[in-house]
């Protein structure tokens, strides 16, 4: 037998491993490319950031990215909030399925999304900003937000209410306190996404809308002014080192009324379904109906676009199914990667002992390349990979690498929260029992995060099939991945390129579906018999 | 020691990585593409590249034009392969002021009509071209009984109010292309024409796709209401082309008089690691083989005279004998202040 491995190097490890991923995938990369906007003959020179906040329409920009992207955070929090208490709180026939329709939009194009807002009247307005960013990220909040509130022991809302206070008092004083850090985190995620976000303004805001991420995008990859550009990605870091401030803030030290998955617990009374049915249908509505009316558009021409999958349109560097084939290839490859890296460090940051700078420090970092423009990034690989050891820039494992990059923090933030729940003394139960830190890990950790862990892969796999914008950007071997192949046929006139472009959206929806379901799924079975093993 | 197990784990975790990329380069003999996302080649006629010069082809994609030309700037001292395809008249001088080709003479660079041959240095190689015009949709104008407008003067007619869309020129190339050729129609007076332009009801989206395929009447399947969109002289023909089955007569034409000329072009990198499979490659865009491909791949018309075109195009296509034009230099200088102007004119 070998000896006992000390904790502190497995604990050096799991936060090693994951941390030096993102300072060499993305510190170093983003650094690089500001380091070229600033770095003026050997001198630093930070004016251009004072230009930009200085500049009346720059700052209107930066107040716009900060309103619209906090507009769009309540807007979702308000929608999703009531359908996550019904899904997390109720058991019922077609739960999983609603989970699984609920992130499907995940994964489509905003070019194919658009076509359906427009079909409906939804499009060149704020109004129509704050719609589609509520409809991608519904998701968000009824995954993270989810997995806490099943958590949730409700023997604490019962005595509350056995002792007298109403529902709404109970909800106020009791629940919501106890789901603080996942609602947090999930709306921080909510805010950076909308704060980057670059397809749904520019294609359903419309031209007069500029956010900080569209005007870097104009000034990386159109005008090549890296001075201004990075002037901007400082402003957009700051803003993101601000929102995640203040999440973490809002997280608390709250982490006493958590309690483990106990599924089912409430099963769907009679007289609450149609409290039931009210609480989810504007979540619904909003995600079905431009779902439907693009499933109705994907079925044109007799379903061409269906019945030539395989075909190779003229010129074309694969057919749609070629597309798909590499998508999922990538997907598989980020989510090892994502799921891997982030139980690495969310067990790291969540075990008892020294609670360090490092250790808060790391859950925040891994959260910002969400706060990154993807041209910023796509760009800095370029200039950091050039060279052996790393001579990554024109190799397929780039791509994978950066949707993991997106997907990591889904995966932290997921499952730490369910991670700090875990009673200490479970762990040290095992331990005095002769249980060997991995033993302990693998016993009461992995079995209790198992929901949470199925979830994030889940998320993660969806992150990176739906993934564009930075795919896009970074230079890459003739590998299509589903959604470039989508906006390419969108890019050529005529009804075939349409017809395959809205038929492999409905795929990739589909199988989103379909994973968000196995997902969902043996998420239930497996917390069902830790239920019943504990 | 406290930090030497993590780094170990580090270190092998690059090494497997870099190890599996330098796999991917391996391999004789072959010449790195770098282009931007648009690019297409049909697998037949790069096989015949390979067959006839022993090189093998890797094609690096990235963005949109300008993307994919700011990219090779930035690697400039470590460039990310040996030829570069796709930038064209509007960013030309961007690309020889940071001077990231390398001079080549074609051997079919004679042959190219002087119009398309922009680079006096002999650094880029003219390729292809195409025109930018407004497309009407044949059928809502018929429906109305209403002339097709035919000049970019009588778009700002009131029997025209509310009919056109065009795009953002911050965000597209082909909306730049379009606010050129007001600059070339009218000169100092092209601010004016747009604010007539706006008073008529011109409504401006963010890309080509939102346009033609969200706005525009006569797109195949579109929703869209209005009948004439800023897009390409081969819109037409792709519209033939791409439908199942092809009808008989084009939906769509382009409007002569309003038309920009794009010409692309391709250049040997500098520091390129295979300077002679890059000039074998482009040698090879200008052979007949590669020309006669282009319109059905990149809807595009080869810059190579008499090379021949495919049915589709010579009965749907219109390749205007006299487009609008401005010089490349004319437009790397003044290419920014016609976007800050527009913007306030037009969305302000």
Redesign the interface.
């Known amino acids: 037998m070998t000896a006992r491995v000390p904790i502190w190097w497995g604990r050096a490890l799991l936060l090693g491993v994951p941390l030096a991923f993102v300072t060499v995938f993305f510190i170093w990369p983003v650094g690089a490319i500001l380091g070229r906007g600033f770095v003026v003959r050997g001198g630093v020179d930070l004016s251009p950031v004072g230009e930009v906040l200085t500049n009346a329409a720059l700052r209107r920009v930066v107040g716009f990215t900060i309103w619209q992207a906090a507009l769009s955070t309540v807007a979702t929090l308000a929608v999703a909030l009531p359908a996550t208490a019904v899904l997390s709180r109720y058991r019922f026939r077609g739960r999983a399925l609603l989970v699984a329709v609920l992130t499907m939009p995940f994964v489509l194009p905003t070019v194919v999304v658009a076509t359906a807002f427009r079909a409906l009247g939804v499009h060149g307005s704020i109004g129509a900003i704050v719609i589609a960013h509520t409809f991608f990220n519904v998701a968000v909040v009824v995954r993270i937000v989810g997995a806490a509130w099943r958590g949730l022991d409700s023997r604490e809302e019962d005595a509350a209410r056995v002792l007298g206070a109403g529902p709404v008092r109970t909800f106020v004083s009791v629940t919501l306190p106890a789901l603080r850090p996942a609602l947090a985190a999930a709306a921080s995620i909510v805010f950076l996404f909308c704060f980057t976000s670059f397809g749904v303004i520019l294609v359903l805001g419309g031209p007069r809308f500029a956010t900080l991420e569209t005007e870097i995008y104009r000034q990386t990859a159109q005008l090549l002014d890296l001075r201004t550009a990075a002037a901007l990605s400082v402003v957009q870091l700051g803003a993101v080192v601000i929102a995640l401030g203040v999440a973490g803030v809002m997280t608390g030290r709250n982490r006493g009324s958590h309690r483990l998955p106990t599924p089912g617990k409430i099963p769907a009374r009679i007289g609450s379904r149609a409290r039931v049915a009210a609480a989810l249908a504007p979540a619904i509505l909003l995600v079905a109906t431009p779902l439907l009316s693009l499933v109705r558009s994907s079925l044109a021409h007799g379903g061409y676009g269906y019945s030539h999958l395989g075909t190779t349109p003229f010129g074309a560097a694969g057919s749609p199914a070629d597309a798909l084939a590499t998508s999922l290839r990538i997907a598989a490859v980020a989510t090892i990667l994502a799921v891997g890296l982030g139980l690495a460090l969310a067990t790291a940051v969540t075990r008892p002992g020294r609670r360090n700078r490092v250790v808060r420090l790391a859950q925040s970092v891994v959260v910002l390349p969400l706060g990154v423009s993807a041209v910023t990034v796509g760009f800095g690989f370029l200039i950091v990979f050039d060279a052996p050891p790393l001579n990554l820039r024109t190799s397929w494992w780039i791509i994978p690498i950066a949707h993991a990059l997106v997907a990591l923090p889904f995966v932290v933030r997921g499952t730490v929260p369910i991670l700090r729940a875990i009673d200490p003394r479970q762990r040290e139960a095992a331990a005095i029992l002769g249980a060997r830190p991995w033993q302990v890990w693998r016993e009461i950790d992995l079995r209790l995060i198992g929901r949470a862990t199925a979830v994030a892969a889940g998320f993660a796999f969806a992150i990176s099939l739906g993934e564009f914008g930075a795919t896009l950007f970074i230079v890459r071997p003739e590998t299509t991945t589903a959604p470039v192949a989508i906006f390419r046929f969108l890019s050529r006139p005529g009804a075939t390129n349409v017809d395959q472009a809205m038929a492999l959206s409905v795929i990739l929806m589909g199988i989103t579906g379909v994973v968000a379901l196995i997902g969902e799924r043996s998420a239930n079975t497996r917390s069902a018999s830790t239920a019943r093993a504990g | 020691m ?2 030497r ?3 170990l ?2 270190a092998v ?3 497997a ?2 190890c ?3 796999g ?2 391996s391999g004789a003999r072959t010449v ?1 593409l ?1 282009t931007h ?2 690019f ?3 697998k037949p006629v790069l096989r015949a590249f390979t067959t006839a010069t022993g090189w093998k082809v ?7 034009a ?2 994919a030309l ?2 090779v ?3 400039k ?2 460039p ?2 040996d030829v570069m395809f796709g930038v064209d008249n509007t960013f030309l001088t ?1 690309a020889l002021d940071e001077d990231v080709f390398a001079s080549f003479s074609a051997r079919n660079l004679k042959e190219i009509p002087r119009e398309f041959r922009l680079d006096s240095t002999r650094r880029a190689t003219p390729i292809d071209f195409g025109d930018v015009c407004v497309n009407a949709d044949r059928k809502w104008f018929a429906d109305r009984r209403l002339p097709i407008p035919k000049t970019l003067r009588e778009l700002t007619g009131s029997q025209y109010r509310d009919l056109l869309v065009v795009e ?1 020129p ?2 597209s190339s082909t909306g730049l292309a379009f606010v050129a050729a007001t600059v070339a129609e009218f000169d100092d007076g092209w601010l004016d024409y747009w604010d007539r332009l706006r008073a008529n009801g011109v409504k ?7 346009a ?3 706005e525009f009447s006569g ?3 579109s ?1 869209g209401t209005r009948p004439l969109v800023v ?1 390409y002289a081969s ?1 037409p023909p ?7 089955p092809q009808p008989e007569t084009a939906p769509t034409e382009a409007l002569d008089a309003t038309c920009f000329r794009q010409v692309e072009f391709a250049g040997v990198l500098r520091g390129a690691a295979h300077p002679d499979g890059a000039r074998a490659l482009i040698d090879f865009m200008l052979s007949r083989r590669f020309q006669q ?1 282009l319109p ?4 595009v018309v080869p810059v190579m005279p008499n090379t021949p075109l495919p049915p589709v195009f010579r009965k749907f296509a219109t390749v205007p004998a006299d487009p609008l034009t401005l010089t490349p230099e004319r437009i790397g200088r003044d290419r ?1 202040d016609w976007i800050s102007q527009w913007t306030e004119h037009v ?1 302000r």
Do not use: C, H
């Open positions: 406290r930090l197990r993590p780094i784990v580090v975790l690059l090494t990585s870099a599996s990329s330098s991917s380069t790195t770098v996302d648009s297409a080649v049909s890797r094609i690096l994609k990235s963005g949109d300008g993307a700011n990219q700037i930035l690697t001292a470590a990310l392969g961007r953002n911050a965000t401006v989206v963010d890309g080509w796709e939102e033609y395929n969200g797109a195949a399947g929703t897009s819109s792709a519209e033939v082309f791409f439908a199942d491909d059905l791949t990149m809807f920014r969305l």
